[in-house]
Structure formats: structure tokens, C-alpha cells
């Protein structure tokens, strides 16, 4: 079944990324908010073609997490297609995301969309530069009224399992956008996708989403706090779902 439909769904994939590239650069020409309705379309798309291989969203959202409304997403990370999820799930909240800089160039519409899209741009080796951009993220999104995802692991966890954070990045998103709720993501399974590198892409894997309630800021909050409640959300979702599949 794996092979069966893998070259199904690479192809859909492919040529998703060939079409909406050139999308997204005549959306930009009308300004940013047409390019990241593109942007969500490219995404929205990328996850339908996973249904091609019976991959299945299983999602639990707060209904406190309003449509058209700027947060910042602590999210665990599993797999590049964690992504696309998020920003088909948050069509509407226009979800930005900071990306290390080898991705920025290369990909066809997933690197335009990062260059262009308003999303943060970071050299890893550089500590200052990326702290500096990541700043930058959250004074924009707050300005706008969209969200910024920042996954505090630094990097994916490949076998599923939670990583440790690496909280500076998260901590200067946090300072630089005050006024936004902090909602916490929990996401499950998606490292199965690319368990092989696509070739296969593993038949009939189920997702699961965990979008939580907005937790409103307040002056003189301790940062280190909301990021550790974020990550206590995160830990208590994965091990909860863990339990019932054994």
C-alpha cells in the first residue's frame, strides 16, 4: 500500500510546488495579504495531497482560538510537514513561521513563500542575527493582527519524542509582541511521513493536532513561566494520546 500510492502523491506534491510558485509572485504583485491567501491555499493543498496516501487529520481546536486573530503558537515539531499543517488549520490567522536560511532558497513556492511571505529568516551559527530577526517577527505580527509559530526545540524530533527547549528564540518572540495570546501546539505522529524520506510515504498515518485555549497576557508576567505552562500542555497532550494508543 505504501507503494502503491507514494508515486500518487509525489507527483500531486510536485506539481503543487511548481503551480503555486508563480501564484504567489503575481499575488505579491497586489501586496502581502494576496500573496499569503495564495500562501494558505499552497498549504491547504500540500495537506490534501497527503490524503492521496490515507493520511488522516485528527484534530482537537479550542473554540477560543478565534478565526482572523494575531497569536503566538509554542508548538513541538516533529516533521517539515508540521508546517503546512498548521497553516491550513490557521487559514484565516495567517500563521508566520522562522525558518533556518538553507530552506529560504532552493524549494519551489515553499522557499518564495518564506523569503516573501513575512516570515523570519535565521543563520543558525549566529545567535545575535537570529534573536534579532526573531524580534522583529513579533513586532510585525502584532502589528498586523496575524500569528507567529516558534517551535522552542530548535529542530525536529525525528522519532517523535520531546526535545528539550532551547528558549531564547521563544523568549524574545514572547518580548517583542506583549499584546498577543500564546496559544500551545501539540502535534503527533507527522514524523511517520517522513519516516523514509517519502520513499515510501508511510499508507493510512493519523495526525493528531492539539490547538489549546488562548492564554491571555499580563503585564509583568514571568516569560519563563508561559513557556514552561506551554510545555507542561504540550508533555501532558502527547503523553495523554500515547496512553490510549497503547
Given at each position: 500500500?505504501d507503494?502503491?500510492?507514494?508515486?500518487?502523491?509525489?507527483?500531486?506534491f510536485?506539481?503543487?510546488?511548481?503551480?503555486?510558485?508563480?501564484?504567489?509572485?503575481?499575488?505579491?504583485?497586489?501586496g502581502?495579504?494576496?500573496?499569503?491567501?495564495?500562501?494558505?491555499?499552497?498549504q491547504?493543498t500540500?495537506v490534501?495531497a497527503?490524503?492521496?496516501?490515507?493520511?488522516?487529520?485528527?484534530?482537537?481546536?479550542?473554540?477560543?482560538?478565534?478565526?482572523?486573530?494575531?497569536y503566538?503558537?509554542?508548538?513541538?515539531?516533529?516533521?517539515?510537514?508540521?508546517?503546512?499543517?498548521?497553516?491550513?488549520?490557521l487559514?484565516?490567522?495567517?500563521?508566520?513561521?522562522?525558518?533556518?536560511?538553507?530552506l529560504?532558497?532552493?524549494?519551489?513556492?515553499?522557499?518564495?513563500?518564506?523569503?516573501?511571505?513575512?516570515?523570519?529568516?535565521?543563520?543558525?551559527k549566529?545567535r545575535?542575527?537570529?534573536?534579532?530577526?526573531?524580534?522583529?517577527?513579533?513586532?510585525r505580527v502584532?502589528?498586523?493582527?496575524v500569528?507567529?509559530?516558534i517551535?522552542?526545540?530548535?529542530?525536529?524530533?525525528?522519532?517523535?519524542?520531546?526535545?528539550?527547549?532551547?528558549?531564547?528564540?521563544?523568549?524574545?518572540?514572547?518580548?517583542?509582541?506583549?499584546?498577543?495570546?500564546?496559544?500551545?501546539?501539540?502535534i503527533?505522529?507527522?514524523?511517520?511521513?517522513?519516516?523514509?524520506?517519502?520513499?515510501?510515504?508511510?499508507?493510512?498515518?493519523?495526525?493528531?493536532?492539539?490547538?489549546?485555549d488562548?492564554?491571555?497576557?499580563?503585564?509583568?508576567?514571568?516569560?519563563?513561566?508561559?513557556?514552561?505552562?506551554?510545555?507542561?500542555?504540550?508533555e501532558k497532550t502527547?503523553?495523554?494520546?500515547?496512553?490510549?494508543?497503547a
Open positions: 500500500m507503494w502503491l500510492f507514494t508515486p500518487l502523491f509525489l507527483l500531486a510536485g506539481l503543487t510546488l511548481l503551480v503555486f510558485d508563480p501564484l504567489q509572485r503575481i499575488a505579491r504583485l497586489f502581502q495579504r494576496p500573496q499569503e491567501l495564495v500562501a494558505g491555499a499552497l491547504s500540500l490534501a497527503f490524503r492521496l496516501c490515507g493520511t488522516r487529520l485528527a484534530v482537537q481546536r479550542s473554540p477560543a482560538v478565534r478565526p482572523r486573530t494575531g503566538l503558537l509554542i508548538a513541538n515539531h516533529q516533521s517539515m510537514f508540521d508546517i503546512p499543517i498548521l497553516g491550513a488549520l487559514f484565516s490567522n495567517f500563521p508566520k513561521y522562522v525558518s533556518k536560511r538553507e529560504a532558497s532552493w524549494i519551489p513556492s515553499i522557499s518564495y513563500n518564506l523569503r516573501r511571505g513575512g516570515n523570519a529568516i535565521i543563520d543558525r549566529d545575535e542575527q537570529a534573536t534579532r530577526t526573531i524580534r522583529e517577527l513579533g513586532e502584532q502589528a498586523r493582527g500569528s507567529a509559530v517551535y522552542p526545540e530548535g529542530t525536529r524530533a525525528r522519532g517523535g519524542e520531546l526535545g528539550p527547549f532551547k528558549p531564547a528564540g521563544a523568549l524574545a518572540l514572547l518580548s517583542a509582541a506583549p499584546e498577543l495570546p500564546v496559544v500551545p501546539v501539540a503527533d505522529e507527522s514524523w511517520r511521513l517522513l519516516r523514509f524520506n517519502l520513499l515510501p510515504v508511510p499508507f493510512g498515518t493519523r495526525v493528531r493536532v492539539f490547538i489549546g488562548p492564554i491571555e497576557r499580563r503585564p509583568g508576567e514571568d516569560p519563563q513561566a508561559l513557556l514552561l505552562e506551554c510545555r507542561r500542555q504540550i502527547l503523553a495523554d494520546w500515547r496512553g490510549e494508543a
